[in-house]
Nanobody, 124 residues
Framework: QVQLVESGGGLVQAGGSLRLSCAAS????????MGWFRQAPGKEREFVAT????????YYADSVKGRFTISRDNAKNTVYLQMNSLKGDDTAVYYC?????????????????WGRGTQVTVSS
């Protein structure tokens, strides 16, 4: 059983920054890809960013490219999402997930386990 716990969300003004963390337990964390998704009220969960097992490969949604950075520390079983230049449209609950195998990284169905999420609210 894998447990993922997100933290670091909060209320921030537009243009500000936040760093989210996702701590994993119960798994060989360093063997698997990880992803961040977000879900705004009334909308479907959408892909934000993903990172491969070693951290050498990352992909981002167009909406966050150049503003968000995903990284991981396998020694700490943690993946991060640094979010800069935040906008009102970034307001959502942010979730991390673990992806086994080579399934499409942008699909929620490709992720086996999810955390409970952390709320990010950007005020204008």
């Amino acid at each position: 059983q894998v447990q993922l716990v997100e933290s670091g969300g909060g209320l921030v003004q537009a243009g500000g920054s936040l760093r989210l963390s996702c701590a994993a337990s119960g798994s060989s964390f360093s063997n698997y890809a990880m992803g961040w998704f977000r879900q705004a009220p009334g909308k479907e969960r959408e892909f934000v960013a993903t990172i491969n097992w070693s951290g050498s490969s990352t992909y981002y949604a167009d909406s966050v490219k150049g503003r968000f950075t995903i990284s991981r520390d396998n020694a700490k079983n943690t993946v991060y999402l640094q979010m800069n230049s935040l906008k009102g449209d970034d307001t959502a609950v942010y979730y991390c997930g673990i992806r086994y195998g080579s399934a499409s990284y942008y699909l929620t169905s490709s992720y086996t386990y999810w955390g409970r999420g952390t709320q990010v609210t950007v005020s204008s």
